[in-house]
Nanobody
Framework: QVQLVESGGGLVQAGESRRLSCAAS????????MGWYRQAPGKQRELVAA???????NYASSVKGRFTISRDIARNTVYLQMNSLKPEDTAVYYC????????????????WGQGTQVTVST
């Protein structure tokens, strides 16, 4: 019913920038929250940045000042601008959205993208 499609990952050098995009499609009524998570090899998935249901933003301390989350509500799209990338930012980045479906206005559901690899070389 709902698909989240991510793009923008790849191989970059330390200090460079990259922008990730995640577009949701399907029978969406509204989106409550949107965010980005990442998972490095051997580590747990962690929050990178997110919009809360109230429209506030949260960032992991490790990316504050370097990463910026933004969104285009009309296009059901969330972005992650990553600047001054470091090797420790290497991970699979996942988009997450909590949303309501058409015809099911009282329930909210979590959806995840397929993940996009970001590799930062020294």
């Amino acid at each position: 019913q709902v698909q989240l499609v991510e793009s923008g990952g790849g191989l970059v050098q330390a200090g460079e920038s990259r922008r990730l995009s995640c577009a949701a499609s399907g029978s969406i009524f509204s989106i409550n929250a949107m965010g980005w998570y990442r998972q490095a090899p051997g580590k747990q998935r962690e929050l990178v940045a997110a919009f809360t249901s109230g429209g506030n933003t949260n960032y992991a301390s490790s990316v504050k000042g370097r990463f910026t989350i933004s969104r285009d509500i009309a296009r059901n799209t969330v972005y992650l601008q990553m600047n001054s990338l470091k090797p420790e930012d290497t991970a699979v980045y996942y988009c997450n959205m909590n949303l309501k479906l058409q015809g099911s206005y009282y329930n909210s559901y979590d959806y995840w993208g397929q993940g996009t690899q970001v590799t930062v070389s020294t």
